[in-house]
């Protein structure tokens, strides 16, 4: 008597090569400011000790690399709060009108340095879905920022939300419909072959650009583990040269 045993650890393997990305690239992107700050201490230690205008220099930059990794740890800390409740479906019942409107009031004035208008699409007797304020509030003000950064200037983003009797994608308690929230930016649009890749953490199509506008590479990876918590679905579409659309599906509250 034979009795073979097989086990498919696909799922292992794949978690725990993840795992080691996510150290890597985290260790890389504290690591890359922190030398920047070591580099220009010696320096001003040392050589410029007595440059008044290499100071201001150095410490203009040093000042834009500390903002960076507070905004990265931040969004690490975020990620991880998210993480931990994943298995534990939020039970509050989330306004998203108000959501919206808190939402283009607090980035209106960032888009205006880009003479960029937030266009608010949302009828007011729209269901309340069922979620985390807070969460969605996070998840929302990331897509908008992206859509802020990487949007053309002198352009319009739409913010919209809308009742779905038959939602398409499997969210929870499907029959009673879904809230819909797009997000709708005119940029350059991306490439098909980035779009599955987007909400990883840390993948940039262009990382020269994405940390030059303030990106952390970590935006994207938040709305999908909150889309998750929440027994939603994340729709990406865009067309280059026109721009990008971000679709959350939540289910009603």
Not at 190 to 209: G, K, M, N, S
Request: hydrophobic share 40%; aromatic share 6%.
């Amino acid at each position: 008597l034979v009795m073979v045993a097989l086990y498919d650890i696909s799922e292992i393997e794949r978690t725990e090569k993840m795992r080691v990305d996510f150290i890597a690239n985290a260790s890389h992107e504290l690591k890359t400011p922190l030398s920047t700050f070591v580099g220009f201490i010696e320096t001003l230690q040392g050589p410029a000790r007595e440059d008044e205008q290499a100071r201001d220099t150095f410490l203009q930059i040093m000042k834009e690399q500390a903002d960076h990794m507070e905004r990265l740890v931040e969004d690490l800390m975020s990620l991880s709060r998210i993480e931990q409740r994943q298995h534990t479906m939020p039970g509050d019942a989330v306004n998203i009108p108000e959501l919206l409107e808190a939402t283009a009031s607090l980035l209106t004035p960032k888009a205006a340095d880009r003479n960029i208008k937030i266009k608010i699409k949302c009828t007011s007797d729209l269901p309340w879905a069922l979620g985390d304020q807070a969460e969605l509030s996070l998840a929302l003000n990331n897509l908008v920022s992206n859509a802020i950064r990487y949007g053309h200037a002198d352009s319009i983003i739409t913010l919209s939300a809308d009742f779905v009797q038959n939602p398409v994608d499997d969210i929870y308690n499907k029959k009673n419909g879904a809230i819909q929230i797009a997000v709708q930016d005119q940029g350059d649009g991306i490439a098909p072959e980035h779009i599955p890749r987007l909400t990883e953490r840390f993948y940039c199509v262009d990382q020269a650009r994405s940390r030059k506008v303030g990106g952390t590479g970590l935006g994207l990876a938040i709305v999908k583990h909150t889309v998750k918590r929440h027994r939603g679905a994340l729709d990406i579409k865009s067309v280059e040269g026109k721009g990008s659309t971000f679709t959350v599906y939540l289910p009603c509250a």
